[in-house]
């Protein structure tokens, strides 16, 4: 679905490249994390992928088009087969919900009828139903980033490109935010995602691909993030991370409550995709891409979140009473 | 759809950027009427000069008594010098002769009576003052150098006048007034260019985060671009139509309901020369538009 053949890209004349002589093979309907440092060159090669940059050297190739001899005229037919989704939403602050995901279709030319039928479809996926009429600012930053995924997904794209969008939201949250992206993934869907969270990939297990200085340095099925404090240079104790004059560090643990909204939007999503599945038991389009696909062996992101959701409800019913 | 969605987007961005767009149109209806006016003088021009050189005539005047013309050495032209001259014209000026009429000096002191019957100036003259002449009347008046370089020179040939020059002063005036107004015209037209550029500048840059997210989902680069054109065309749509309404009041009033009362024997432009060249006006406005547009928005709306 996504090669990169030996790719460098080179912003400025001399400057370090922002990638040097990276190839991955992503296949149909994969899940792949692409961890690293900041400016490791996880934003370049999504970028690469979009073709908003052209790499310097080496071939892209994605959706079976090489991009390096795709016309700039046919950059927005493949730009319509990717669905992109940011850690800052980018919503039109102006539109409500249904609007914003409704100009994605109406930009590309979709016919009204076929909006009026997939718009509410698909905020029912997300687990938005009921709050089309809603503008950005009235949702929490989950709720926002189901609306960026709903808009990146409305046109059933083949790639899903995710740059860090977890980024901006509390754990809960985004675990939610994740188990949307893992269904998504479960329709056939290839998922590229670049993140930071060290949690939520170590709980995914899924593939990760780590950027280090613009090069592949490992790339392996069922990974981890990769530990914190190797990749940190080892200077003992700091009054910054931990308590002056303190023995030894502490490690607590903050509690974050997620805003009940959240909590509400992934039940609803949760409650469609189960309709969904109720309606038709054996979906024929997953039922094609499973096998190309392998199921991941660690927990998958359902079972993470609803042990969360579980813990979650238990603190607040230990809480009240 | 495509077509209500981008409607509303211009209309959106027209309200936006409402001082800016308002601006464009004076900028093209001022730039416009001085092109619509020069474009009427011209017509005016082209009217004058339809209907008066149809009445001129080049005249050949033969030698006088005691001229001092050198082609006149010989005194007074002979009657075979005007033989010699008649033979010419009917040959080698055929084509550019349409008739010929011979006034001799009897003939001149007659029409000459018939204008002055009191003496001209207080002088009383006598058929000897007057000069015998061809008047020659030519199929297309601007031929005349071709007459002038064949029969000036020749013996018996004082002068060759062609009555054309008569007018030459007033063409000259009304030409010059013309290229004033296509002189202020190109400067205006220059500060619509740069206006309407800066306009749909604007326009782009407060929309940049709708435009952005049009490329990502996968819009055409027309689709992109299209609102900010038609915002650009509107505009100076709207100029160049006011600019035709401005023409068409100043000739209608002016002109039509002025001018033709207190000079009546003139043939002057009316309100369908205005029709006829709001095509041009129209065309010039939408043209300007779009290469501004283009110009702009390659550089402010790439994919």
Known sequence: ?321 | MRLQFVLTEVLQGLRRNLSMVISVVLVTFVSLTFVGAAALLQTQVTKLKGDWYDLVEVSVFLCPDGSTAPTCADGEATEEQIAGLENVIDTELSDVVATTYFESKADAFEAFAQLYPDGYQGTQLTEDDMQASFRLKLVDPEQYQVVDDVLEGRAGVEVVEDQREVFEPLFLALGRASLLAAGLAGVMLLAAVLLITTTIRLSAVSRRRETGIMRLVGASNLFVQLPFMLEGAIAALVGALLAVGGLWLAVQYLVTDWLQDSVDWVAYVDVGDVLLIAPLLIGIAVLLAVVSSVVTLNRYTRV
């Open chain 1, 1 to 321: 679905m996504i090669r990169f053949e030996n790719v460098s890209k080179v912003y400025a004349r001399g400057a370090r490249p922002a990638l040097d002589d990276v190839s991955v093979d992503v296949s149909r309907g994969e899940f792949v994390f692409l961890v690293g440092a900041s400016g490791s060159g996880k934003s370049t090669f999504l970028r690469l992928v979009l073709r908003e940059e052209r790499p310097t050297g080496g071939t892209v190739y994605v959706a079976g088009r090489d991009l390096s001899r795709l016309s700039s005229w046919k950059v927005p037919s493949l730009r319509r087969s990717i669905g992109v989704v940011f850690q800052d939403f980018r919503l039109l602050p102006g539109k409500t919900v249904y609007e914003n995901v409704a100009f994605a279709l109406q930009v590309i030319g979709k016919p009204r009828h076929t909006i009026r039928t997939t718009v509410p479809e698909v905020l029912e996926m997300v687990g938005l139903d009921g709050k089309e009429k809603r503008l950005p600012h009235e949702l929490s930053g989950g709720e926002q980033q189901r609306v960026a995924i709903a808009r990146a997904f409305v046109n059933r794209p083949q790639i899903l490109l995710a740059d860090e969008p977890t980024g901006n939201l509390d754990p809960t949250t985004s675990l939610g935010i994740m188990r949307l992206l893992d269904r998504i993934n479960r329709t056939g869907t290839t998922v590229v995602m670049a993140t930071h969270d060290d949690e939520i990939v170590n709980e995914m297990r899924k593939r990760v691909v780590e950027l280090s200085t613009g090069s592949v340095v490992r790339d392996e099925v069922d990974a981890v993030y990769g530990e914190r404090e190797s990749i940190l240079p080892q200077v003992g104790q700091t009054p910054v991370l931990d308590a002056p004059g303190r023995g030894a560090r502490a490690v607590q643990r903050v509690q974050v409550s997620p805003e009940p909204a959240d909590l509400e939007a992934e039940r609803a999503a949760e409650a469609a995709a189960e309709r969904a599945a109720a309606q038709e038991p054996e979906p024929v389009e997953a039922a094609v891409v499973r096998p190309t696909a392998p199921e991941p062996a660690g927990a998958s992101a359902d079972d993470v979140v609803q042990q969360v959701l579980r813990e979650h409800e238990r603190v607040r019913a230990g809480r009240e009473a």
